[in-house]
């Protein structure tokens, strides 16, 4: 059994900045891309970044500039540096992986995290 465990959220003016982080733990064997998700209320979800193993990274556009995403692949966690908030980027931010189990490794889990919200307010 796995499961990520994101930090970091919280209620930010504009233009500041933020740094949130998932923990993926149990019985791990590998994990592929990592990544961050938002969904607004009434808004569908969206991806906002991510990571492969390998570094490899993707953006949405209206984040790119302002976001970067990282992972330390030692500790199964990914980070999302988010700069130059904008009341637009106000949501439910939430993690999610795809994580092989040592009890079976052949087949990738999609994994997602409980969520941390993220206000941006004057």
């Known amino acids: 059994q796995v499961q990520l465990v994101e930090s970091g959220g919280g209620l930010v003016q504009p233009g500041g900045s933020l740094r949130l982080s998932c923990a993926a733990s149990?019985?791990?064997?590998?994990?592929?891309?990592m990544g961050w998700y938002r969904q607004a209320p009434g808004e569908v979800r969206e991806l906002v970044a991510a990571i492969t193993s390998g570094g490899a990274t993707n953006y949405a556009d209206s984040v790119k500039g302002r976001f970067i995403i990282s992972r330390d692949n030692a500790k199964n966690t990914v980070y999302l540096q988010m700069n130059n908030l904008k009341p637009e980027d106000t949501a439910v931010y939430l993690c999610?992986?795809?994580?092989?189990?040592?009890?079976?490794?052949?087949?990738?889990?999609?994994?997602w995290g409980q969520g941390t919200l993220v206000t941006i307010s004057s």
């Open positions: 149990g019985s791990i064997f590998s994990i592929n891309t």
């Open positions: 999610n992986a795809d994580i092989r189990t040592r009890r079976m490794p052949l087949t990738s889990l999609e994994v």
